[in-house]
């Protein structure tokens, strides 16, 4: 069960919304919709399923429709036509039908919304804003809600201003505030409606490093909405790229930049780095289409450079030529964990999905290729200079 599921949604703003359907349903344009029924199309035939512990953007343009189906999650939107699916207390309900009762509950314990401004009560401390959800709900003692909210402040890093007033806050401090408050609630899925978008470069950045750090931990389905592919490509392990309340295409970063769905979209992403987006998946050669001998795989052309594999498939003992080579493990971003390893290195394994830039990194510790392996270690593929190679290229014929 997605965590999150539109099936083929409309949302329209505006008294004619029997006409303004019939001519969604005859693909007519936003603009066509208005001129004939003065009514505004926010969003048309939109289906799209969003798993647990995902991180899904929404991108496009001002006026794509990404806010309009955003807010259909938690109804602040109406739907004409459709279903918005949420799973609640292991359900799926439609958000768009259910009685009051049940979207008041699904409101207080299920979703969570981060807003673009904060949406911070000024008159009220730091501590006071955070725990404000869990003051609604009213099924806590004090005690218990101010442990829950200085847990949620050192997520964080605000306890030492527990006790300020939001104006004394910095703009990147109050979108930790608000990050803080959705927390507190320990709802599962977090709507974020471009929550960085105000903040100055640096500080935006430095909230996006944080909210992966964070959801590395907490593991929250979040959809986010966003105006900017920097930022929709560093967060979203799905993208939806919207036109005119539209869904032109959805699928991972790297899907879209290897294999743009249409003219908007191949637009949108001409002057991405694929070096910050291509991940080992998209490059390496398959661990099934290598070479073999009994039990080790074969790196290089010859046959003299092996890396032997356990039975469960994980590499576990290089082998020059006779003489044991040195392994060393690299993490998923960062590079090399052990730098006077990679010193002594002969051969690197890393997580499959190695960024393109780490892979070309760590391509300078050795001359092998880099061994990717899955979750599990078992190795997935190889890297080597002309996956790199091919895969840039890819990118450029596309």
């Known amino acids: 069960m997605a965590a999150v599921e539109f099936r083929n949604i409309d949302i329209v703003f505006g008294a004619d919304q029997k006409s303004a359907l019939r001519l969604i349903d005859e693909g007519r344009s936003r603009d066509e919709i208005l001129a004939a029924t003065g009514a505004v199309l926010g969003a048309a035939g939109v289906s799209l399923a969003i798993e647990r512990g995902e991180i899904c953007v929404l991108m496009g343009l001002s006026g ?139 500080i935006r950045d430095k909230l996006q490093d944080e909210l992966l750090d964070l959801q590395r931990r907490i593991q929250k389905t979040i959809v986010f909405v966003s105006h900017d592919l920097d930022e929709a490509l560093k967060l979203g392990n799905k993208i939806a790229i919207m036109e005119g309340g539209r869904i032109v295409q959805a699928g991972t970063a790297e899907d879209i930049l290897l294999r743009p769905a249409n003219a908007y979209v191949a637009e949108f992403v001409k002057h991405m780095n694929p070096l910050n987006v291509l991940r080992g998946t998209a490059v390496m050669r398959p661990a099934a289409s290598l070479a073999r001998d009994g039990d080790a795989v074969v790196l290089d052309r010859d046959g003299h450079v092996k890396v032997k594999v356990d039975a469960d498939g994980r590499p576990v003992a290089l082998d020059l030529d006779g003489r044991t080579g040195v392994l060393a493990t690299a993490d998923g971003e960062a590079g090399l964990i ?3 390893l990679a010193h002594d290195a002969d051969c690197i394994v890393a997580p499959v999905d190695l960024k393109l830039k780490a892979a070309i990194e760590l391509k300078r510790h050795t001359d092998l290729p880099i061994l990717l392996v899955d979750s599990l270690g078992r190795l997935a593929g190889l890297c080597d200079d002309d996956e790199i190679y091919r895969g840039l290229l890819r990118r450029l014929d596309g």
């Open 64 to 202: 794509s429709g990404k806010s309009t189906i955003l807010r259909a999650i938690n109804r602040l939107n109406e739907v004409a036509r459709g279903e918005v699916l949420v799973e609640h207390k292991g359900a799926a309900i439609d958000v768009a039908r259910c009685d009051e009762n049940t979207l008041r509950d699904i409101r207080m314990h299920t979703v969570s919304m981060v807003f673009q401004q904060f949406g911070l009560l000024p008159w009220r401390t730091v501590r006071d804003n955070v725990g404000f959800g869990l003051e609604l709900r009213g099924d806590m003692s004090a005690a218990e809600r101010n442990r829950i909210v200085d847990e949620k402040l050192a997520m964080v890093g605000l306890t030492n201003w527990a006790g300020k007033y939001t104006n004394e806050l910095s703009g990147g401090m109050q979108q930790r505030v608000g990050l803080a408050r959705a927390f507190a609630t320990d709802a599962d899925i977090l709507l974020m409606d471009e929550p960085f978008s105000a903040l100055d470069p640096l």
């Open 338 to 340: 052990d730098d006077k």
